[in-house]
């Protein structure tokens, strides 16, 4: 099974308003992380917001928020005001212990949504 | 503060060539990783790095990747021989430990820009 599934693999939002992208995921480390990256087409992974398993509320980042469901094993993005800069791509990821060293995590990412603004 | 330097950025070699991948991780940053992107996916871990201990190298292709770590700071990554199917972007990321006050809170990778490999 995988553990991180994206779904979308292209969103098109219009210019100033929201856009949800889904991320669901599955894990039995009772303490993991969920972190949303943004990948612009020059290549590089931008960090944009984090939800820790235990956190009770939802994580906010600006204009980034995550829409944490627990039980449904979902994290997904929202972007409001969407901006023509936010055309990218955009990965979810799973910080898991590996268990082969003190505070050893392993990321694993889904396969992305492409993201288009439109003017 | 630097961020997450890799060298060269771009490279292209003919198959069944060797090729090496340098990355400097952010001062300061224990932990090192290499991911391998191919088009149209999510990164991939390679190999990780606490210091210059290897902790996970489960998913390295161990007959023709190899990567060290020397005096825990700068890693380099290599593929020999290279095949076609090694086309894609290597990245590599570092993180520290999370202080619970001062960034990073979250234990967040710091990712590279990244090489970007065309096996012809």
């Known amino acids: 099974a995988q553990k991180i599934t994206q779904t979308q693999p292209g969103m098109f939002v219009q210019e100033k308003e929201a856009v949800t992208l889904d991320c669901t995921y599955d894990t039995s480390d009772p303490s993991y992380g969920l972190f949303w990256y943004k990948q612009p087409s020059s290549g590089e992974m931008i960090f944009l917001i984090y939800q820790g398993s235990y956190d009770q509320q939802n994580a906010t980042e600006g204009r980034y928020s995550l829409n944490f469901q627990k039980a449904r094993k979902s994290a997904n993005l929202v972007i409001s005001a969407s901006q023509l800069g936010d055309s990218a791509m955009y990965f979810c990821a799973m910080r898991e212990r590996t268990y082969s060293g003190a505070g050893s995590y392993q990321l694993t990412f889904g396969k992305g949504t492409k993201l288009s603004v439109i003017p | 503060e630097a961020g997450v330097a890799q060298s060269p950025r771009y490279k292209i070699i003919e198959k069944r060539q060797s090729v090496a991948f340098w990355c400097n991780p952010i001062s300061g940053h224990a932990t090192l990783y290499w991911y391998q992107q191919i088009l149209g996916q999510g990164p991939k871990l390679l190999i990780q790095f606490q210091n210059n201990g290897v902790v996970d190298d489960s998913q390295l292709p161990k007959d023709r990747f190899s990567a060290e770590r020397l005096k825990g700071v700068d890693s380099t990554l290599k593929i020999q021989p290279a095949k076609l199917e090694d086309s894609a972007v290597y990245l590599c990321?570092?993180?520290?430990?999370?202080?619970?006050?001062?960034?990073?809170?979250?234990?967040?990778?710091?990712f590279g820009p990244g090489t970007r490999l065309t096996v012809l």
């Open positions: 990321a570092s993180s520290a430990r999370p202080s619970g006050r001062t960034r990073p809170k979250y234990n967040e990778q710091f």
